[in-house]
């Protein structure tokens, strides 16, 4: 029979075999102790977190399809952290000098991380790879912290396993919160990609290794203490190196990507902007790259906006908006049009438009458009723009010269919404003027381009063009490409609020252009040809594009 009457003593759960039980011998109180192993636990969440979101920034720039990339980081790197939490229980016996070989290998691969994916891409082509390689790496070094100081933590004081994981768990939390906020803000517009991310290991690497070796050092032999002192000033030394060489490093990066003669490479803050070709001479030779894409190649531009902007110009067109286009290149065509009144050009990178006014090359190509008085530029996002009181004024000819839909951050600006908002803005007659994608490359992207502008209530003309393509003539001046150039694949939807606009090309069309009513209706005919039918629109809530 039980007896009741006394209490039964309630005895401690036993540790696991192994894990230093032992309260710490700390040169400060316990209270202090604590204080900072929660400090370095923020410390070291928002460095992972920057880690994170560098691997996600470069996966977006260097490979595309941010929403593929992000979700390829952040599966992999959340699936790396548990296996480095489990692996983290071999390293339980030895808590203090696991922790900070962790920082070490932690501040190492996250601080090269960004330099060595750059690498990949410019020398080897690719870079995927080497993404999912190093989420997965650092994943497995971020899994296995809080484990490890989970049991420093209670070796500076005993308190129930619920208590301590909160405790951690909001340092982590509120450090995720200021790495992720200091990331876009502070080390990416200060410092760069590739210096940002080895700041960052810097820091990782100090406090790591500070916590250990001061709070924890009597928790290590000699050898032990020497070995994470030499391996931590290693990693020091390497971030340091990597450091000042970083610009070096980007300059033959850049060449390696773009060719010799880069003469422009900068962050705008909205993208990285570079410019090739020889500060003088013909600025056939300039090409224009926005995150790593050629944008414009003044080889053959002429034919992709002529294409794009005298099919448009036939009827009235004394207001015209041209979406996107900083470069002013569809300006340039447009304001060969003397009856034309004003024109608006809307784009989300000034420095696209300050490039586009002052360098030579670039001002020389586009005829320079910026210094016509009626020319007005509003930098702001398109679609935003369209949805505010200014889009009121209605326009008989917009042009959207806008990147391809496949580029994940324009599929909203080739939305059946944005295509709406752009309808509202026309004139009754007007005309909408869209760059729709490759038709040949990619006919799924350029026919769903086409059905969502229909969805939108526009009729719709799809056409394409190309270079060295028969039927395009070239203007004066304006040699047709070699036989080794690459042909150009450009398709184009010109859409009427009305009617179905008729793709031809007035006699008092301004010359040079590349372009006849022939080449146009063949075109068409060309396109028609190769026609996916039954494709959904695409919207916000339902992207389409791939």
């Known amino acids: 029979m039980i007896d009741r009457s006394v209490p039964r003593r309630v005895l401690p759960a036993p540790e696991p075999r192994g894990v230093a039980t032992l309260p710490a011998a700390l040169p400060v109180r316990p209270r202090t102790g604590r204080l900072l192993v929660l400090a370095t636990v923020f410390v070291c969440a928002a460095c992972g977190l920057v880690y994170e979101l560098e691997l996600l920034a470069l996966g977006s720039y260097l490979i595309g399809d941010s929403v593929t990339q992000a979700s390829v980081v952040l599966s992999v790197m959340v699936f790396a952290m548990g296996v480095g939490s489990l692996l983290a229980k071999r390293l339980r016996r030895r808590p203090a000098f696991g922790f900070a070989a962790i920082e070490a290998?932690?501040?190492?691969?996250?601080?090269?991380?960004?330099?060595?994916?750059?690498?990949?891409?410019?020398?080897?082509?690719?870079?995927?790879?080497?993404?999912?390689?190093?989420?997965?790496?650092?994943?497995v070094l971020i899994g296995a912290e809080i484990p490890l100081l989970m049991v420093l933590i209670q070796r500076i004081r005993r308190q129930d396993a619920g208590g301590a994981v909160a405790d951690l768990f909001a340092a982590d939390y509120v450090g995720a919160l200021v790495g992720g906020l200091a990331f876009p803000f502070l080390l990416l517009p200060l410092l760069g990609q590739l210096t940002g991310a080895m700041v960052t290991g810097t820091v990782n690497a100090v406090v790591g290794a500070g916590l250990v070796l001061w709070l924890f050092r009597r928790d290590l032999s000699r050898r032990s203490r020497w070995l994470l002192i030499a391996t931590h000033l290693t990693v020091l030394a390497v971030l340091a190196c990597a450091t000042v060489l970083a610009d070096d490093f980007e300059r033959v990066a850049r060449r390696a990507v773009y060719g010799g003669e880069v003469r422009v490479a900068r962050q705008t803050g909205v993208q990285e902007l570079v410019l090739t070709g020889p500060a003088t001479g013909s600025p056939r030779s300039l090409d224009l790259f926005l995150d790593g894409r050629l944008r414009v190649s003044g080889y053959d531009e002429y034919r992709y906006h002529e294409a794009l902007v005298h099919p448009a110009m036939t009827g009235p067109h004394a207001r015209v908006l041209v979406l996107g286009g900083g470069d002013g290149l569809a300006a340039r065509e447009v304001l060969r049009y003397r009856d034309v009144a004003s024109v608006t050009v809307v784009d989300l990178d000034p420095g696209v438009v300050r490039l586009a006014r002052t360098d030579p090359m670039l001002s020389a190509l586009n005829g320079r458009a910026y210094d016509d008085p009626r020319l007005g530029v509003v930098t702001q996002d398109a679609f935003h723009w369209l949805r505010g009181p200014a889009a009121h004024d209605r326009f008989d000819v917009i042009v959207s010269d806008l990147p391809d839909p496949g580029i994940t951050p324009s599929t909203k600006l080739y939305s059946q919404e944005f295509y709406g908002l752009a309808a509202r803005a026309l004139r009754p007659g007007g005309r909408l003027a869209v760059h729709a994608g490759p038709l040949t490359g990619r006919p799924r992207t350029y026919w769903t381009v086409e059905a969502t502008l229909r969805a939108a209530g526009l009729r719709t003309a799809p056409y394409s063009a190309g270079g060295r393509l028969s039927g395009f003539a070239a203007g004066p001046d304006r040699t047709p490409g070699t036989s080794d150039a690459p042909p150009q694949d450009w398709g184009f939807v010109l859409a009427g609020r009305d009617r179905v606009p008729e793709l031809r090309v007035d006699r008092d069309t301004p010359w040079p252009c590349s372009l006849s009513t022939q080449s146009l209706q063949d075109a068409a005919r060309d396109a028609e040809r190769t026609r996916v039918a039954g494709l959904p629109p695409s919207t916000l809530p339902h992207p389409r594009y791939s």
């Not at 060595?116 to 020398?123: D, P, Q």
């Open 105 to 139: 290998g932690l501040a190492l691969l996250g601080g090269l991380s960004a330099m060595a994916l750059y690498a990949s891409f410019a020398w080897l082509g690719e870079s995927r790879p080497a993404l999912v390689a190093f989420s997965f790496a650092i994943g």
